[in-house]
Structures are given as structure tokens and as C-alpha cells.
């Protein structure tokens, strides 16, 4: 007897709803979902671009406007600990990503830092005329590592992470710096950071890891693999808020010998004796630059207490739940309307978002988005969808895809509102 696709349909959401029930009622970071601020009827699956805003901050960013800006003032950075802001958010952000105190700061943007980080590192290894990148890495990272291979003479080469391992171990003692990312923005795919940390160490090279699709999404242990340099953005999985000031990672080893391209007040030896030559400070101040963004600074710093309490394993198991669970929900939902998985099966190699692949994904996900399941897309033809195990249940994953089959098989998508393109994708 052929089976009926309706009724098909009908059963395997009965099934899915009783499953994500079963696991959201199992789901030891349930409670979490509390510390944010969500709008009603909005299912949030962007927290890959932007993290939702977690409740902590509102007070706290009016504290820091109306105290210690409207009433301190100056006084603040004695008084409330605006000096010390950077490095004690970095601190708070290092519990994060395996990195013992004393070793992350924070502030810039994420395209300042690893211009600083890629430079630095390459002054570390005179004599190697190689950077190794990912032609799939984000495009600010390709961008900067051409700049300084032009301002350092240095030969850019993209190597896909994936043949990163043997092409270190062919043409390693060329290669000064790897800049890569464990996670790949586009697919989610993951790649194994400990393997090609000790790759790249083998051949005597450094390597620079981007963690902004990785921290505060799953466990990251920098000290641990002997990472050398991490950088990292404050408003994505970290839901520090828009435009967040990034953190970088310099390991205790490297510190002394770290030459910051930009050398600037704040990462001085004695700020305040106003030399009129640059000294380094001894320590992770020396990555310090200018004065911090502190709003946005102490705005991260509210939105960390998020974690609090909360281990990494617990966040990347519920990530890896939400994500396999959506895979499952696609394979039984959208089964024949066109789209393809373009992330892998494998747990162990995927990181925190769901990525399809469907010719029509911009409206698909502009008709989504007008429905209150925000995903975003990614040229040509990705839809993403990120997963933030803090605040996104089974039962919502379920809800997206339900509205996604929905949107596709009625082609809601292809009315004239959801063809034009906006600036952000
Ligand atoms: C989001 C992201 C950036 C963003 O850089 P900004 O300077 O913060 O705009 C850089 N690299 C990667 C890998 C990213 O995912």
C-alpha cells in the first residue's frame, strides 16, 4: 500500500513534538533561558550574528550612564574599575575558552585584534616567508592576512583546514603563522583545534585561532592544546550586544615577546608617566591599545554573568542536541523540496548551526523571518540557522523547521516583499 505523504507528515510531527518535549523536559540548562530577554513570538536562531539580550545588562549599562559617567565621571577609572575593565573581562571571558587568568583582553573590533595578532605573531618567526589561511575563512580574516603579508613581505596561502595538517607537514619550516578558525562560519562544519595547534608546532610555526563562532558555544581549551594566539567577538555566542569589543588571547610564553603593531598609551608600562617612548608592559597589558569602548565593555561584562554557574560541556551538549535534532527534523520535513544539508552528520564536526542549502534562500528565509523564526543567509544559497543551547529549546528548533516546510511548500517565499535584498543578509 503507498503510504500517504500527508498523513506521513502528520505522524512524524506528532512524533517530533513528543521527542522535543522529551528532551526540552530533560534539559538541565532549561532554567537559563531566564537570564535573557526574548521577544514574545520570536523563535531566535541568529545568535550566531548577534546574541539575544541577556537580562543583566539592561540594569547595568544604566548604572554605568547615569552613576558612573552622569555622577562620577572621571573619578570612574579609579573608582569603578574602568582601568582595569579590559583585562578583567578578559579574564571572565578566558574561564570560557580554557585560558587561565592574566592572558585575554578585551576590546577593538575582531578585525583590529587579528590585524595586531597576525602581525605580532609573524615578527615571531623571522625568516618564514609563509601565512597559511582558509579560502573559506571569514572574509575580514582573508582580508587582513593579505595586508599583512603585503606590509610584512610575506606570502599569503590558502590552504582549506582540512589539508592544513599535511600541508604543514610538507612545507611547515616555510610557514611563519596558520590563521584559522575552528568552526567554519558558512557550513558549521568543525575542525579539530588540538590536532592542528600541535601540526603547526611540529613544523615550528604559530598558529592564530579565530574563536568567534566557537566561544561560548563549546568548549575551547586554549591553555590546554597550547594554543598561541585566540581572538574572539564579544556579541555573538557571548551576547555582549551589538558591536561587543572583541578579546584576544596571547599566551603567558609569548607575552614578553609579543611586539604590538599598535603600540598604543594604554598598553604602556606606566600609562601615566607619559613618556614619550613606547615601553611595553610587561604583561597582557601590553595588547591593550586605547581607551576601551567601556559602555559596550561593561555591557559584555554584564551579559557574561549569563554563564554563570554553567559549564561548557552542558552548553555543547544541548548545542549538539539542538543541532542533531534539527537535522532530524529537516530529514523528515523538508524531504523533497529541495533542500540539502551542509552540515555534517557527525557530531563531532559540527559546531553550533545548521546551515541548508536551497536555490531560493534568501526569500526562504526573509518569508521565515516575517513569520518570527529569525535565521539569516549567507551567499549563495545558505540558510543558517545558529543554536544557543542558553536560551533555544527542542521544541522551538521543531517550530522553525514546521514553519520553514510550511513557507516552502505553500511558496509564501516567492511573493514580491521577499525578493529584494537588504544591505544585511
Ligand atoms: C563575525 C566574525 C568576524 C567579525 O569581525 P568584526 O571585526 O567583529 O566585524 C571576524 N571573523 C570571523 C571568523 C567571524 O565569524
Request: with cysteine; glycine share 10%.
Amino acid at each position: 500500500m503507498e503510504a500517504n505523504p500527508v498523513t506521513t507528515a502528520a505522524d512524524a510531527l506528532t512524533a517530533l513534538a513528543a521527542r522535543a518535549a522529551a528532551l526540552d523536559a530533560a534539559d538541565p540548562l532549561a532554567g537559563v533561558r531566564e537570564r535573557f530577554l526574548l521577544p514574545e513570538g520570536v523563535i531566535y536562531l541568529d545568535g550566531n550574528s548577534l546574541g539575544a539580550l541577556p537580562a543583566a545588562v539592561p540594569p547595568v549599562l544604566q548604572d554605568a550612564v547615569q552613576r558612573q559617567w552622569g555622577t562620577d565621571l572621571v573619578r570612574s577609572w579609579n573608582d569603578n574599575g574602568w582601568w582595569q575593565a579590559p583585562q578583567r573581562v578578559g579574564d571572565a571571558i578566558g574561564r570560557l575558552i580554557g585560558a587561565a587568568a592574566g592572558q585575554t583582553v578585551v576590546g577593538e573590533s575582531t578585525s583590529v585584534q587579528l590585524f595586531n595578532a597576525l602581525t605580532a605573531a609573524s615578527r615571531l618567526r623571522p625568516g618564514r616567508p609563509l601565512l597559511l589561511t582558509d579560502p573559506d575563512h571569514f572574509p575580514t580574516d582573508q582580508y587582513i592576512a593579505d595586508s599583512v603579508g603585503r606590509l610584512l613581505g610575506l606570502e599569503v596561502r590558502r590552504v582549506p583546514a582540512r589539508e592544513l595538517a599535511a600541508a604543514l607537514a610538507a612545507d611547515g619550516e616555510r610557514v611563519a603563522v596558520a590563521a584559522y578558525a575552528p568552526v567554519d562560519y558558512r557550513t558549521g562544519e568543525r575542525y579539530d583545534m588540538a590536532a592542528l595547534t600541535e601540526a603547526a608546532h611540529r613544523a615550528g610555526a604559530l598558529i592564530l585561532w579565530d574563536l568567534c563562532h566557537a566561544a561560548g558555544a563549546l568548549p575551547v581549551e586554549l591553555d590546554g592544546i597550547g594554543a598561541d594566539f585566540a581572538v574572539g567577538c564579544g556579541y555573538k555566542y557571548l551576547s555582549g550586544g551589538p558591536g561587543a569589543p572583541a578579546f584576544l588571547y596571547l599566551a603567558h610564553r609569548h607575552q614578553g615577546s609579543f611586539d604590538q603593531p599598535l603600540t598604543g598609551w594604554h598598553g604602556h608600562a606606566d600609562p601615566f608617566a607619559m613618556e614619550g617612548r613606547y615601553r611595553p608592559a610587561p604583561d597582557i597589558a601590553r595588547a591593550r591599545i586605547g581607551t576601551p569602548p567601556l559602555l559596550s565593555l561593561l555591557a559584555l561584562e554584564a551579559a557574561l554573568t549569563a554563564f554563570d554557574g554553567v559549564e561548557m560541556a552542558q552548553v555543547r551538549a544541548k548545542n549538539v542536541s539542538l543541532t542533531g535534532f534539527f537535522l532530524d527534523c529537516a530529514d523528515l520535513l523538508l524531504d523533497g523540496l529541495g533542500f540539502t544539508a551542509a552540515t555534517p552528520r557527525s557530531p563531532e564536526l559540527r559546531g553550533s548551526q545548521v546551515s541548508l542549502r536551497h536555490p531560493e534562500a534568501y526569500p526562504l528565509v526573509q518569508a521565515l523571518v516575517a513569520r518570527g523564526v529569525i535565521g539569516d543567509m549567507r551567499a549563495p544559497d545558505l540558510l543558517r540557522f545558529g543554536v544557543n543551547g542558553l536560551y533555544v529549546s527542542h521544541t522551538e528548533v521543531l517550530e522553525a523547521v514546521r514553519q520553514l516546510r510550511e513557507v516552502a511548500v505553500s511558496g509564501e517565499h516567492r511573493g514580491e516583499r521577499f525578493q529584494q535584498r537588504a544591505t544585511v543578509t
